[in-house]
Nanobody, 125 residues
């Protein structure tokens, strides 16, 4: 059984940075495509970033491109989301997701089987 646990959220001022971590427990982390999603109050869950199994390719939502970086350490069973130049519009609960059946990467939440409980990120103006 796969379990995902996010950490690193918190309150930060606009222009600041945070690094989220997502710890994976289960079998063979390197077999899973990983993604980050977020959900702001009153809004639908939206895609943020995804990374392929090897970590060699990544893909981002336009809204975070150039500011956020997804990475993974397969030896530590962890995926990260480095968030820079944060704005109040980035305020949301951030979720990591995992799936072993996605061919390369995916921005669709429907394709991910496993989800963490989420971590709150609040950016003050």
């Amino acid at each position: 059984q796969v379990q995902l646990v996010e950490s690193g959220g918190g309150l930060v001022q606009a222009g600041g940075s945070l690094r989220l971590s997502c710890g994976f427990s289960g079998i063979t982390f390197s077999s899973y495509v990983m993604g980050w999603f977020r959900q702001a109050p009153g809004k639908e869950r939206e895609f943020v970033a995804t990374i392929r199994r090897s970590g060699s390719r990544t893909y981002y939502a336009d809204s975070v491109k150039g500011r956020f970086t997804i990475s993974r350490d397969n030896a530590k069973n962890t995926v990260y989301l480095q968030m820079n130049s944060l704005t109040p519009e980035d305020t949301a609960v951030y979720y990591c997701a995992a799936d072993s059946g996605i061919p390369i990467m995916s921005s669709s939440s429907d394709e991910y089987k496993y989800w963490g409980q989420g971590t709150q990120v609040t950016v003050s103006s």
